[in-house]
């Protein structure tokens, strides 16, 4: 069992930075992919970024790639994605997940939500114009 707390949200104008932090309860933190996914009111959620287990491998959707940057720290049970640029359409609720490392076999199976198996929830995101 995982158990996500994200933190770090709020408002910033267009432009500016911050950095969301995820913090997982359990001892085999290395053992799961995770994930950040926004959902913009009215929209489907989407996902952002991910990490591997060991942080070696990272992925970013188009819309984030040049922008964010996704890490974790094993020891502390810690991800975080620094968002910089931020632009007005990043303006959503945004969710950490996890997912047990071999669900995840291939790419594409990054922005899978539905491979997802545990969520925090939501830290929410604003930028103002």
């Known amino acids: 069992q995982v158990q996500l707390v994200e933190s770090g949200g709020g408002l910033v104008q267009a432009g500016g930075s911050l950095r969301l932090s995820c913090a997982a309860s359990?001892?085999?933190?290395?053992?799961?992919?995770m994930a950040w996914f926004r959902q913009a009111p009215g929209q489907e959620r989407e996902f952002v970024a991910a990490i591997s287990g060991n942080g070696g491998t990272t992925y970013y959707a188009d819309s984030g790639k040049g922008r964010f940057t996704i890490s974790r720290d094993i020891a502390k049970n810690t991800v975080v994605l620094k968002m910089n640029s931020l632009k007005s359409e990043d303006t959503a609720v945004y969710y950490c997940?996890?997912?047990?490392?071999?669900?995840?076999?291939?790419?594409?199976?990054?922005?899978?939500?539905?491979?997802?198996?545990?969520w925090g929830q939501g830290t929410q995101v604003t930028v103002s114009s």
């Open positions: 997940a996890a997912v047990i490392y071999y669900s995840i076999s291939k790419s594409s199976d990054y922005g899978d939500s539905s491979r997802y198996d545990y």
């Open positions: 359990g001892r085999t933190f290395s053992r799961y992919t």
